[in-house]
């Protein structure tokens, strides 16, 4: 890092995670392709960065007395819980019904108090928001959309120029995207450290893909005119006058990836994200890749990954798919790839079970998956 920043990050509450070349994943698509393992965070995710720089914001603004209050179904909520127990502070995170007991276990043993409010997020949000209203000391933790909450994500951007071999500049970087705050982060790193013109690749699952259709909305990286673009039933645009966009919200989310169940997307991140040099490439695939993912990452590197942050890696399991992603990738001149393991908590090994007999109906089934990539739709082969 840069001294200015090792300054902004000195007290970090995160690890700084290893960034590994996979052999597997290079030797198949014949470049080098690098792992960021921020599966490896205190509480398993990438949300250790920004949430817990949040907190020790809020730490410094109104002292040792600060209550935090976060509305979760998961990851956002462990990682303010093990950031409140590290500043040795109050932390109250809100859940829905539904959510799994290993979950409320683990927010517990990091010294959280959990609050089950409601049957969806939403409600479970405005009870936080109430609590908050009626606390002088209590301070809404967002999950995803703040600035702050970027800057903190934003260190997986130095930390990787820093352990990226002989000053390499990354071909693309890839990332997964629900409400926007880890591509945020990763854009504001890339601006900061003169990588604006990298590309950035953003996975989403097809039921839960309101940043792909936020894109659609507005002029930018999408295939033909924005008026010529259907809005998809249950999609309701919404224009945000202080960015300058038109966002996704989404009535219904129906893909089993939940950590990726925004909504709607940050307005800011979307301009961000139309705006930069480098571009987005986003992409949309069905649930079943990302479990075919899933398996093929644990088979290779030994390690269980939730479907939110498998979305990232299963283009990289389709090399006819990476070449349309990466035409710039070539035997003559293999590209350099970051992959964001971005981690979560949702992952078992019951589900792998679950995942593997799916996957291998699917398989049986023959045929292609569909995939979207910035307005076009196109089959991916299901047993490559």
């Not at 300058?244 to 919200?249: I, L, P, Q, R």
Request: charged fraction near 20%.
């Amino acid at each position: 890092m840069s001294p200015t920043h090792e300054a902004l990050f000195r007290d970090k509450l995160w690890l700084e995670t290893p960034l590994i070349r996979s052999t597997h994943i290079s030797s198949l698509l014949q470049c080098n392709v690098f792992l960021k393992l921020d599966s490896l965070q205190p509480c398993q995710s990438f949300k250790q960065r920004g949430i817990s720089h949040f907190a020790q914001h809020a730490f410094r603004k109104h002292g040792p007395g600060v209550h935090l209050v976060i509305a979760s179904g998961g990851n956002a909520g462990l990682a303010a819980a093990s950031a409140a127990k590290a500043l040795k502070v109050r932390c109250t995170v809100y859940l829905p019904h539904g959510v799994n007991q290993a979950t409320i276990d683990f927010l517990r043993k990091e010294g959280a108090k959990v609050a089950i409010a409601g049957n969806v997020y939403q409600e479970a949000l405005q009870a936080a928001g109430k609590a908050v209203r009626e606390e002088p000391n209590a301070v809404m933790v967002p999950a995803y959309d703040d600035p702050v909450v970027w800057e903190g994500h934003s260190s997986l951007i130095y930390e990787i120029r820093q352990q990226l071999p002989n000053g390499i500049k990354p071909d693309a970087i890839f990332c997964s995207v629900g409400g926007g705050g880890l591509a945020g982060g990763i854009m504001e790193g890339c601006k900061a450290v003169g990588w604006d013109n990298v590309p950035l690749v953003t996975v989403e699952t097809h039921g839960s893909n309101c940043f792909y259709q936020s894109l659609s909305l507005n002029n930018g990286p999408f295939v033909g005119d924005v008026a010529s673009r259907p809005v998809p039933e249950g999609t309701r645009p919404e224009r945000s006058a202080e960015h300058n966009v038109t966002v996704a919200h989404l009535s219904t989310l129906t893909s089993k990836a939940t950590s990726l169940g925004a909504s709607s997307p940050s307005a800011a991140v979307v301009r961000k994200a139309l705006d930069r040099k480098g571009g987005v490439r986003s992409v949309c695939i069905p649930d079943e890749m990302a479990m075919q993912a899933t398996l093929n990452f644990a088979e290779d590197h030994k390690t269980m990954v939730e479907l939110a942050c498998s979305v990232t890696i299963a283009p990289a399991y389709k090399p006819s798919l990476f070449k349309r992603l990466i035409p710039e990738s070539t035997p003559s001149k293999p590209a350099n790839i970051v992959l964001i393991v971005c981690g979560g908590f949702k992952v078992s090994l019951d589900d792998l079970e679950e995942y593997r007999k799916i996957v291998a109906a699917e398989l049986a089934a023959g045929g292609d998956w569909e995939v979207a990539y910035n307005g076009e739709r196109f089959g991916t082969s299901k047993a490559e």
